[in-house]
Nanobody, 128 residues
């Protein structure tokens, strides 16, 4: 079994910053990419960002481009999400996930279905 643990969530004022971390552990798992998603209660889980390990390519949903940065270390099975200029609409539970699938298109990693393993989530609340 693969476990992912997120940390770094919390309460922040609008225009503030947070850095989320996610570490994967457990049985040997060849990760091809890791991603961040978020979910507001009553709504579907939404893709935020992904990083593909072989080339280090990143992909973001439009609403966070220029504000969020995904980075990580594949050798350490660790991924980060630096969130700047936070807005109240960024409030959600943030989840990290890891995939072993390989796709040609970066946008393929935006689909929740390509990730078999997920963390438990960390709450991010942005006050206005």
């Amino acid at each position: 079994q693969v476990q992912l643990i997120e940390s770094g969530g919390g309460l922040v004022q609008a225009d503030g910053s947070l850095r989320l971390s996610c570490v994967a552990s457990g049985r040997t798992f060849s990760s091809s990419a890791m991603g961040w998603f978020r979910q507001v209660r009553g709504k579907e889980r939404e893709f935020v960002a992904s990083i593909e390990w072989s080339g280090g390519s990143t992909y973001y949903t439009d609403s966070v481009k220029g504000r969020f940065t995904i980075s990580g270390d594949s050798a350490k099975n660790t991924v980060y999400l630096r969130m700047n200029s936070l807005k109240p609409e960024d409030t959600a539970v943030y989840y990290c996930a890891t995939s072993s699938s390989i796709y040609d298109g970066l946008s393929d990693y935006s689909a929740p279905g390509v990730y078999p393993y997920w963390g438990q989530g960390t709450q991010v609340t942005v006050s206005s």
